[in-house]
């Protein structure tokens, strides 16, 4: 079974390694959307996979880090594209939750990356 839980966190970036003129060499922000898929057997007991609670916890740490700040400052997002965002998400994640099947970074409604992992 897999199960989800979605997280926003609001924070300024550019992307240093564009061209002058690519509109995402300036300082901008974004909403950005991450959603935390895991993916495992249904406890017959209990009834679930994991407890939302652990998904958010393992969570917590890392929306302190990123919202309202600049990405770029962050060490391992000095090129904060969606791409290492996700994976940076990830390389936390992994060890807390080890059911995590996939991690989704949107950087707006409509474009977004999906991470598996290695």
């Known amino acids: 079974m897999e199960l989800y839980k979605e997280f926003s966190f609001d924070a ?16 901008h922000g974004h909403t950005y959307y991450v959603r935390i898929l895991l993916e495992g057997p249904l406890d017959p007991v209990l ?12 969570w917590k740490p890392l929306e302190k880090i990123l919202d309202h700040k600049m990405l770029n400052d962050i060490s391992g997002l000095e090129n904060p ?15 807390k939750l080890p059911l995590l099947k996939s991690i989704e970074v949107k950087e707006t409604p409509t474009t977004g990356v999906v991470y598996s992992g290695k």
């Open 12 to 27: 300024a970036h550019f992307l240093p390694n564009v061209s002058s003129d690519h509109k995402c060499a300036h300082m």
């Open 47 to 58: 009834g679930w996979v994991v407890d939302f609670a652990e998904v958010k916890s393992a």
């Open 81 to 95: 594209t969606a791409e290492i965002i996700a994976v940076w998400i990830w390389e936390r994640m992994k060890p």
